[in-house]
Each structure stands twice: as C-alpha cells, then as structure tokens.
C-alpha cells in the first residue's frame, strides 16, 4: 500500500535531501543531504574493495555482528545488522504488533511513512519552535505502544537528553530512538546505545552518513532479545552484503571511532562557523537558526525560503526543503554542515539569494519540485563578497516582512 499524501496532511513523506541533487542537481554544491563530504576515506574503499573477491559466497554476518556488539557492550542477540536504518524502519513497521503507534515531528518521515504503508493509522506528536523543538515527555498520548523519536533529530538539529528520551519508556510500549547521527556528536552524548535497562528500547544506527556508505546500505538495530529476534524474522534472507558486512566491522573498529570522533569535534566547529554567518541575517532577513544545533545539519527559517532556496540552485548551491517535514512549513530550510571554505562560499551565495527572493524573483512560491530554478540568477555569479560572515546589504530594498 503505497503512501498517500492527502493522508499525510499534504506532506510528501517520501522527500528526502537526494532529491535536490538529482538529474538537473547533480552540479551544485551539495548542502541538502547530511552525508558528510569527503567520505568514504581511502582504507574503508580499500577494506571493501579487498571483499571483492568472496562476492560468490553468500553473506555470513556473524564477525560484523559480533563486532558491532563488542562496539556496544552487548550480547550479540541484542544486535541486527540492516540494509541502512532505513530498512529497520519497515522491519519495526511490519513485524511488531502495534495499535497505537505514534511519532515525534518534525522528524525523518520514513519511520510514519513504512507504518502507513504497513497499515497502521499513525498519530504525531508535533516539538514546537517556541519550545525550541524540545521534547515534553508528557505530550506523549499515554496509549502510544509505539514511540519513534529521532536524536539528534532530523531536521531540528536538536540532541535530546537521554534522561527525557528514557522517561519516555514504558512497559508494554516499544521506544524507537533513531541515532542514525549520533556519531557526528562528539562524545556521542546523550545516546541510549548499550543501554539495557530501559523497557522496550529500540536504538537504530547508521552508518552510511559520517563514512560515506549511503550507496552500500549499512547500519543496524540495538534491542531486547525477543525485538530482535521479531525483527531478523521478517528480513529476508541475506539482507545485507558482504562489502556492507565488512564495512560494519571496520567502521566500529577503535581506529574508526576515533577517526569518527575527530570528525565529529570538526564538524562541531564548522557548525559552530555556519551558525554565526547565517546569524548576521537575523536583522536584515528576518532568518533564524534553531538552537543549540548539534547534528551535521542546522534548520532555519526565514520569509521566502522557496525563493531563496530556488536562488541558490542558480547560485550553484542546494539546500534541502522543509515543507515536506510534518511541524514545519515553507519558510523552513535544512543545511548541512560543510567545511569552512564551502561554508563562506555558500554564505555570499545566501547573501545574494536573499535579494534575488527579496526582489521578487529567485521561483519564489511553495512549488513542490526541486526546481532547476528561474534563471533569474546567472549561474556561478562572483559572489558580492569576500569569505566571512555577510553584513547588511545596501543594495537591498528594506524588507519588512519577519517570520511568524
Ligand atoms: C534521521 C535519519 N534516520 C535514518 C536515515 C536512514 O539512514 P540509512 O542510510 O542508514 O538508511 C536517515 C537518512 O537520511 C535519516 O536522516
């Protein structure tokens, strides 16, 4: 039953950051999708390359699974290697029998969307920006028996305390936790991963964004026993690769975490960077970030974010829409962190792409494609100023309008 998107209260559950840098995106730089650049590194394609060979033996999971155990502190019937978290999503969607399943938005849409697909009516709860998108335990009808909740979340950026996540817990309730990227936190805080004493936790990982495997498909679940168990059931048979197979192995070895570690500390600091460039538009353009940040990703809102965003596709840069997220509308825009260079780059691109939108041009609107944009922008234009954070625009109308 494929999703429908009346039913989804008019959001495309099935929008995701690829989409901006498809077909007519495939040149621009890439700040929409959260897999971190440069990636993968040279000895994880070396590791998977030399799996080549054994591709006539059938997958045997049992080393990468007992490593990424040992990762954890578990026993290894704790553990399910999947296809990508992705795959847990249907896995948790089809094999667990749920009557009131409910998500925590706005989130990663793929969890509600393989529960709709699987059948089941999903309820949401909406994180409100006046709250900073920060999680009341409370607001969690009491019913639910299904709970999925991302940290840090997708597209907020907002790391929840594990101490809230686990009051989330109760007998009889299933917990999901999507981690997929906690390992761009540094020191991973907050992660509920290797907890055993939390009722019903189920803790998903991936591990295609900070090594680069989004093509490869790796990550895995961490839960009871039985959960797993449910789970591994309704796989199909060999559901992951050998090359993905030793890629979790390598990516949980000590050498990987710490490289994964220093990743995390440097991409801290280049947020740290975009986040106090993309301040100084808070007076002129009415922009604002959603803090603290602490993923590999920052959401802002700002008037005309169709326009701006359809700006920057002239401008050679792609963003990712917010208005597919369930709690956001149009004025919301995701941007994944990049290096300081990318950054300053993609600041002037803002700069000028919030005149072009203010102006009136820049495809403006809440279409719904990912535009090629209006050629209003001549592609590749010098920015208007050197690397640093912008400052106001004279050239700029004054603009009144503020985000509500
Ligand atoms: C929050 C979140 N969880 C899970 C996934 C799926 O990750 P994977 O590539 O491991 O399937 C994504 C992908 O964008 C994501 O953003």
């Not at 697909?117 to 920006?129: K, M, S």
């Not at 790391?159 to 999507?178: C, E, F, I, S």
Request: net charge negative; with cysteine; glycine share 12%.
């Amino acid at each position: 039953m494929p999703t429908d998107e009346a039913a989804e209260g008019g959001h495309d559950l099935r929008h995701h950051g690829d989409a901006e840098v498809r077909d007519d995106g495939s040149e621009l730089t890439d700040l929409a999708v959260n897999v971190r650049t440069d990636t993968p590194p040279a000895w994880l394609l070396d590791r998977i390359s030399a799996s080549l060979p054994s591709l006539a033996a059938y997958p045997d999971g049992r080393a990468a699974r007992a490593a990424v155990a040992a990762r954890h502190g578990l026993p290894v019937e704790r553990v399910l290697l999947t296809a990508g978290a992705a795959e847990a999503f249907v896995l948790l969607a089809r094999a667990l029998e749920v009557r009131r399943p409910v998500v925590v938005h706005p989130q990663f849409t793929e969890p509600e969307a393989a529960l709709r697909d699987a059948g089941h009516t999903v309820d949401r709860v909406l994180l409100r920006e006046e709250d900073g998108f920060r999680l009341d335990p409370a607001a969690v009808p009491e019913d639910a028996d299904l709970v999925v909740i991302g940290n840090p979340t997708n597209p907020t950026s907002v790391l929840h305390p594990a101490g809230t996540l686990a009051q989330l817990a109760r007998p009889g309730r299933v917990l999901v936790v999507d981690e997929a990227f906690m390992d761009a936190v540094p020191g991973e805080r907050e992660s509920l991963a290797g907890r055993t004493d939390v009722p019903g936790l189920v803790v998903l990982r991936s591990l295609t964004k900070t090594w680069g495997l989004a093509g490869l498909r790796i990550g895995y679940v961490l839960a009871g026993p039985g959960t797993v168990a449910r789970l591994e059931r309704a796989q199909p048979l060999w559901p992951v690769s050998t090359p993905a197979l030793v890629a979790a192995e390598a990516c949980v070895s000590s050498q990987a975490l710490a490289e994964a570690g220093h990743a995390a500390r440097r991409i801290a600091k280049d947020r740290d960077h975009l986040v106090a460039g993309l301040r100084e538009f808070a007076c002129t353009d009415g922009l604002r970030v959603v803090e603290p940040a602490e993923g590999s990703f920052v959401l802002v809102r700002l008037p005309q974010a169709a326009g701006v965003r359809h700006a920057l596709r002239d401008l050679g840069f792609a963003v990712r829409r917010g208005d597919t997220f369930p709690g956001l509308g149009d004025e919301w825009l995701r941007i994944a962190v990049r290096d300081r260079a990318t950054v300053n780059r993609f600041l002037q691109a803002l700069d000028r792409a919030m005149t072009v939108a203010g102006d009136g041009g820049g495809g403006g609107g809440g279409g719904t494609g990912t535009g090629g944009g209006t050629g209003v922008v001549p592609p590749r234009q010098p920015p208007p100023r050197l690397p640093g954070p912008p400052g106001p625009r004279p050239e700029s109308p004054p603009r009144t309008s503020s985000p509500a």
